[in-house]
């Protein structure tokens, strides 16, 4: 499989954090920023790195920014440079572009012009630190869909230890599956009904949303 291509444009908090991932990750970054300062600073960092203003669509294409795989564009502040190369990226023919969205406003143009996946990091991560505020038990958690999601939940209520599965009837009591269970160092994929639960267990379940933050708040 040949490697995928990735080309960040704005080096701002959230792009230059996307940029440090993606190199970690092993990925070849392209990353584009119209500050000088901003780009020496990454020189060393990722594969290359271009001074540019992404707003003059020539050098977009001069970079050749459609032969890239992913294209993340990651400016801010100024919506209207956001909207412009958004637009622009999408019409040069980029498979994947994920781009960063002030307000709600700005996220449903960005989904209008085709952008494949509109971010808003802020809120995500409000919302994030919000549900571990109200369950401390709720490790993680991932939307597979408005309703559904994935959640890693510590089992902390003492009722629930030593018992299987099937005894604690858990999917018709909770309305969730549970997929794995992580105890110490072990995962166990697929428990099957006679599967006991522990304290201090961490149970990656999946089911509807209300459902699963019911079973976390239970345990608090
Ligand atoms: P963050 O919250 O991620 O820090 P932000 O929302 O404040 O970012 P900005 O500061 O507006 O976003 O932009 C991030 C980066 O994008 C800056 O480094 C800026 O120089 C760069 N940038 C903004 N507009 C352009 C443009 N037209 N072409 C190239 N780079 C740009």
Not at 132 to 161: C, G, H, W
Not at 162 to 170: C, E, G, I, N, P
Not at 188 to 196: F, G, H, L, M, Y
């Amino acid at each position: 499989m040949t490697k995928q291509t990735f080309a960040i444009i704005g080096l701002g908090r959230f792009g230059s954090s996307v940029c440090k991932t993606l190199v970690d990750g092993g990925a070849e970054v392209l990353v584009i920023d119209r500050s000088e300062t901003k780009i020496n600073n990454y020189k060393k960092i990722a594969t290359q790195a271009i001074i540019a203003d992404a707003q003059d669509e020539n050098a977009l294409k001069s970079i050749g920014i459609r032969n890239f795989d992913h294209v993340v564009v990651a400016i801010g502040e100024d919506i209207q440079a956001s909207i412009l190369v958004s637009m622009m990226v999408k019409e040069m023919g980029v498979k994947h572009v994920t781009a960063k969205a002030q307000n709600k406003y700005h996220a449903r143009v960005l989904e209008k012009l085709g952008v494949d996946k509109v971010v808003r990091p802020e809120r995500e991560m409000g919302k994030r630190i919000g549900k571990s505020l109200l369950s401390k038990n709720m490790l993680d958690y991932l939307n597979l869909s408005p309703n559904i999601q994935v959640a890693e939940i510590k089992v902390t209520e003492p009722a629930l230890a030593d018992k299987d599965l099937a005894k604690l009837r858990f999917r018709n009591h909770y309305h969730l599956n549970v997929i794995a269970i992580k105890r110490d160092d072990d995962i166990i994929i697929s428990p099957r009904a006679d599967q006991e639960l522990k304290l201090n267990d961490s149970l990656l379940v999946v089911g509807q949303t209300a459902d699963v933050d019911r079973f976390s708040q239970s345990m608090n």
